[in-house]
């Protein structure tokens, strides 16, 4: 028998670094063709015009318009990543560490600010806040007797933009902190309170020094996000360098568009950079040992009510506040007519599950959805076992260029996709115009979190599983299928369920690579907001969306618990 298995090892290795080779040719091409082409495509359409050249760049820099859009990105960021580590340090804190009341909803609404797109909370915001109309505005000129017919507050500003898009950028600060503060050996503080020091004063000196790689970690993410984002910056007016690409594509304008996605790229990428640099030193921070602990509620006394307050009032501006005044003006005949009696419809909804064109863009967008998740979900699985199950020269590089579409926002990517597939040979594709460049564009854009995912679920899989399969006789692939998949297989549903509910409300890049016929939900609607169907509908349509992804999220959570594929898998 052991002659027989002897026998066998030199094809089994043979074939197991044919399977690992096709494997890792596979995760080039698929990588090559979704992310490091629309790179490369971006950097030669910035520098070449004819030759190589750097008057696109010196055009950028010398346009007011394009300078102010760069300023207003990193300012709204900035003040994000800021307002961020404000609101949601004190409320991981809060929410890990002390006794404070509503813990449960501070979760469920950070959880849905992260499920939640953008450009509805821009909706909501708008509706409260908008200088003519909004209810907040109507409420304070009736209350204090202001004759003006707009204000006191104005949404449409750099303010209105970090307000609208804060919710986001607390839930990544949030969800980074609490685990942290978790983690933190208790022992540490008491020591600390032993020699004299108060509560206060232990948090301070021990537990917050310790958390700086989380902090930095949440705040880079946010700004990050808040770079990329599209919706809220086109619907209040304001110039920024996702809008500024958009613009410069409507007028044909390719040079100013590829600088001003280099420049985006760049910035966040020095994000991400700093983000690692901020880490290098992870053992300084290394508070988790053998020894096991159990993290202990602190008494902050009136810190504590404060903590409770503070969760409370943001719950209700950022989640109740907004989806009720979303809700509100979706049952309306008339936004203008205000809470009257003779106000209240449904018909708003029946529009909107009676439209063709939104029925068109339901059905698309569920397609895309559906081809997103399931390529993503496999060609993660695929590009994870190269990195970490096989010994290939390059699977490193595989490994950075597989995370490189955080940096590269969906305005960006679009604009690259727009000039590959318009270019010879990919354009003798036939994708531009058609669902398949939406979903190049999709796969593009979530595959980091296909190969995260299977990364994490791959490395808590022991090897010496694998290998007692093929110590048996079983070929690779035989015991990829029969052994890793299975065991990764609530890691890959979560994966699924996750892309699905991503892929259904995205916006930057759709709202480019729209054709005739190809409108998704996100773009329609921003059509009828923008005037193509009034407010209410809008309104409706998109608190229907807002309905759909909620629940899927419920459903994606309930099969996490159910499987434990939650356990080691990175929500963001």
């Not at 070449?48 to 050249?53: I, S």
């Amino acid at each position: 028998m052991s002659d027989i298995t002897e026998a066998s090892r030199p094809v089994g290795r043979l074939f197991a670094v044919g399977m690992g080779r096709l494997a890792w040719i596979v995760a080039c091409l698929w990588l090559f063709f979704l992310i490091a082409l629309p790179i490369l495509v971006i950097i030669f359409s910035s520098v070449y015009d004819e030759g190589v050249t750097l008057d696109h760049y010196s055009s950028f820099f010398g346009s007011n318009a394009l300078l102010t859009a760069t300023l207003n990105s990193l300012l709204v960021a900035i003040g994000i990543a800021v307002l961020s580590v404000v609101i949601g340090g004190p409320l991981a804190f809060g929410v890990a560490r002390t006794d404070m009341k509503f813990k449960g909803l501070v979760r469920v609404t950070m959880l849905i600010a992260l499920i939640s797109p953008e450009f509805l909370l821009a909706m909501g915001y708008i509706l409260l806040a908008g200088p003519n109309a909004g209810y907040f505005n109507m409420l304070i000129r009736g209350m204090f007797g202001i004759s003006s017919p707009t204000g006191p507050l104005n949404i449409f500003s750099l303010w209105g933009l970090i307000l609208t898009a804060l919710p986001s950028g607390v839930a990544f600060v949030f969800l980074t902190l609490v685990p942290a503060f978790n983690n933190i050996d208790p022992a540490l503080e008491e020591a600390a309170r032993m020699k004299g020091a108060s509560a206060l004063r232990a948090i301070r000196q021990i537990t917050i020094p310790q958390l700086r790689p989380a902090v930095l970690s949440g705040a880079l993410l946010a700004f990050a996000t808040s770079l990329a984002m599209y919706g809220p910056p086109q619907m209040l007016g304001i110039n920024v360098l996702t809008v500024a690409i958009r613009d410069a594509m409507v007028r044909l304008n390719f040079a100013t568009a590829s600088v001003a996605a280099m420049v985006l790229i760049s910035l966040s990428i020095l994000a991400l950079l700093a983000q690692r640099f901020s880490t290098r030193h992870v053992e300084r921070y290394r508070t988790l040992g053998g020894k096991s602990f159990g993290s202990r509620t602190i008494n902050m006394g009136w810190i504590t009510h404060l903590l409770t307050v503070l969760g409370v009032v943001y719950t209700f501006a950022s989640l109740v506040v907004p989806y009720g005044a979303m809700t509100a003006a979706s049952l309306m005949k008339s936004i203008g007519n205000g809470f009257t009696a003779g106000n209240w419809t449904l018909d708003n909804y029946v529009l909107v599950f009676n439209d063709p064109s939104i029925l068109r863009a339901a059905t698309l967008s569920l397609g895309l959805a559906t081809g997103s998740a399931t390529l993503v979900s496999i060609m993660g699985v695929v590009v994870a076992y190269v990195i970490l199950r096989t010994k290939i020269r390059g699977r490193a590089f595989l490994d950075y260029l597989s995370i490189l579409p955080l940096a590269i926002p969906g305005t960006a990517l679009a604009f690259a996709l727009v000039v590959v597939y318009l270019t010879w040979p990919m354009n003798m594709l036939g994708f531009y115009g058609t669902p398949m460049i939406l979903l190049v564009a999709y796969l593009a854009r979530f595959i980091p979190l296909g190969v995260r995912n299977s990364q994490t679920t791959l490395l808590q899989i022991a090897p010496e599983l694998e290998e007692a399969s093929r110590v048996f006789g079983a070929s690779e692939f035989k015991t990829l299928l029969r052994i890793t998949v299975p065991l990764m297989l609530p890691a890959i549903v979560y994966t699924w369920l996750l892309v699905f509910i991503m892929a259904i409300p995205e916006l930057s890049a759709s709202v480019i690579l729209r054709g005739f016929g190809t409108q998704t939900l996100s773009t329609a609607l921003l059509g009828i907001w923008n005037g193509n169907g009034g407010l209410a509908v809008a309104s409706a349509f998109g608190m229907t969306i807002f309905a759909v992804v909620g629940a899927l999220f419920g459903l994606a959570t309930f099969v996490a618990r159910r499987t434990g594929a939650m356990r080691g898998v990175a929500l963001s």
